[in-house]
């Protein structure tokens, strides 16, 4: 019973193309999250959604548009793509956004077995 | 703004020696520590995390990592590791930003040598 599941897993495709990676979880988690693994290991936060609501947009370009059909899923649609884009795309969620008191949240992110897409 | 420093990105080490890894941190508000383990071509799995209290923190597969306020350092030790240990390690701190948000050192890659 997978947590987090990502389709598909592995992305060969040619620059310009559109492309599209889907994310689910089934642990009832409200917040979910996009992460970038360059081919240095570094990894960077993407974007986040509560409650099919984006709160977190880091400066991506917009060629990157998340989208939340529902709080279980979250895709991720990449237009006109370019080589720079080649990595490998990690999905996450976890219970809550963050604690009322305005502290960071404590809760623990879950994340996917990643995408790895290689743009040719 | 917050940001991680791992310290060495790669530390080889042999099978049953102890091993540390690295991890200091800046930030001008309190923040909340994490380690994560990535296994080849797998994502990542919480290790352990520092919320408050104690400053030692027991995480699974025999790791703890030890909090320092003073030298902003939140290092991850093993007094004894296994070849299946073999793996890339990130520390992170969470801020608040509307959500939890992950900032990651640069991961120390972990190998284990018979």
């Known amino acids: 019973d997978t947590a987090v599941s990502q389709t598909p897993k592995y992305l060969v495709t040619q620059m310009g193309n559109d492309k599209s990676i889907k994310c689910e979880q089934n642990?009832?988690?409200?917040?979910m999250y996009w992460y970038k693994q360059d081919s240095k290991k570094f990894l960077k936060i993407m974007f986040s959604?509560?409650?099919?609501?984006?709160?977190i947009n880091e400066t991506v370009p917009n060629r990157f548009s998340p989208k939340s059909p529902d709080k279980a899923h979250l895709n991720l649609h990449i237009n006109s793509l370019e080589l720079g884009d080649s990595a490998v795309y990690f999905c996450a969620s976890s219970q809550e956004p963050g604690s009322a008191s305005g502290g960071p949240s404590t809760d623990t992110q879950y994340f996917g077995p990643g995408t790895r897409l290689t743009v040719l | 703004a917050q940001s991680v420093t791992q310290l060495d990105s790669q530390v080889p080490v042999f099978e049953e020696a102890p091993v540390e890894l690295r991890c200091n941190y800046s930030s001008s508000v309190s923040v909340y520590l994490f380690w994560y383990v990535q296994y080849p071509n797998q994502g990542l799995q919480l290790l352990l995390k520092?919320?408050?209290?104690?400053?030692l923190v027991k995480g699974i597969n025999g790791f703890e990592a030890e909090f320092n306020k003073s030298q902003t350092s939140f290092h991850l030790r093993k007094p004894s590791v296994h070849i299946s240990d073999t793996a890339e390690y990130f520390c992170a701190v969470s801020i608040i930003q509307g959500a939890q948000k992950l900032v990651f050192g640069q991961g120390t890659r972990l190998t284990i040598n018979p």
């Open positions: 642990l009832g988690h409200d917040t």
């Open positions: 959604y509560n409650n099919k609501e984006l709160i």
């Open positions: 520092y919320l408050s209290g104690s400053t």
